[in-house]
């Protein structure tokens, strides 16, 4: 299967500017058997409720676009975008073939602030098997690997909206190459990391403060890992290609968490800011949705 990840510039607006966008990309891509975008790549990734306005009616305009593109170009296509079901907001992801859509996958520990958190599945049924879908945050976190772990896979995507230091590129690097060979060598499948472009917009609470003074912003760095692939050279500088074999395989390693995360990271950083943090974004969010009712 030949596989492009699109590392697709986050500072674009407006829901029909960034279709174009898109699809300008894809036009150029040599013979795709699938294109990955990023998280919430058809409004662009903002963590603020400022994003709301982008929202898709029960995914209605996202599906037949993403739909109609897969036809046209004769390939798959993972997309994330932003649901609006009822009252309530989701970071969606997904996946629109020939025949239509396969099916889509709900962020579960998705920013408290701006969507709607619960333990949501984390797998699309494709004609070509079983895809891990975990968006951004999710793909650390060890409930995706639980909802993941004793199913056959083809495929894992994890589709990022994803801001670090971009003083620290080697960090960032390391930390993305652990958490995606983690999962290639457990279940000797493919894993796709794709991620956006641009500067960091306005994120409540104390961690978004910490990033703006700190200057985060959206690196790419998107890369497609897997133990035998050929990479695939464009013209397109937004695309990360491969030829990848896609073979449904069973987990045959267990992999290691800390706490509920694939990675040590930092425990104070977690309990005193994140929690928090995450505590008071959900107060805000069922605020503000009380207001809309």
Same mark, same amino acid.
């Given at each position: ?16 500017? %960034? &279709? ?7 036009? =150029?891509?040599? *013979?795709?058997? #699938? ?5 919430? $790549? ?98 650390? %976190? &060890? ?7 004793? =199913?056959?896979? *083809?495929?894992? #995507? ?5 801001? $670090? ?121 069922? $605020? ?6």
């Amino acid at each position: 299967m030949r596989i492009f990840a699109l590392q697709l510039d986050n500072e674009l607006k407006g829901i029909d500017q %960034r &279709k174009a966008y898109i699809e300008s990309l894809i036009a =150029k891509l040599p *013979s795709p058997d #699938l294109v990955v975008l990023p998280e919430l $790549a058809l409004c662009s990734y903002m963590a603020s409720m400022e994003i709301w306005k982008y929202a898709d009616d029960r995914g209605k305009d996202t599906s037949a676009w993403a739909a109609e593109l897969a036809r046209k170009y004769d390939t798959f296509i993972g997309v994330g975008y932003l649901d609006k079901t009822n009252s309530d907001y989701y970071n969606r992801y997904m996946i629109a073939g020939r025949d239509g859509i396969c099916g889509h996958v709900t962020k579960s520990e998705g920013e408290s602030a701006v969507f709607r958190r619960g333990d949501f599945g984390s797998i699309i049924s494709t004609p070509f098997g079983n895809v891990g879908v975990g968006i951004c945050f999710d793909s650390r %976190r &060890k409930h995706f690997y639980d909802n993941v772990k004793d =199913k056959e896979l *083809s495929l894992i #995507l994890f589709p990022h909206g994803c801001p $670090a230091d971009p003083k620290k590129p080697d960090k960032e690097r390391a930390e993305n190459d652990k958490r995606c060979m983690l999962y290639v060598d457990s279940f000797d499948v493919p894993v796709v990391y794709a991620n956006c472009t641009g500067k960091l917009e306005f994120m409540p609470g104390k961690m978004g403060e910490m990033m703006a003074k700190s200057g985060f912003r959206m690196n790419g760095m998107s890369k497609i890992y897997a133990h035998d692939m050929k990479p695939v050279q464009t013209d397109v500088s937004e695309a990360v290609g491969a030829d990848v074999d896609i073979t449904p395989k069973k987990r045959s390693k267990d992999i290691k968490f800390y706490g509920e995360d694939i990675l040590p990271g930092n425990f104070l950083f977690r309990q005193f800011i994140l929690r928090p943090d995450t505590e008071a974004g959900i107060r805000m969010y069922e $605020a503000a949705k009380a207001q809309r009712m």
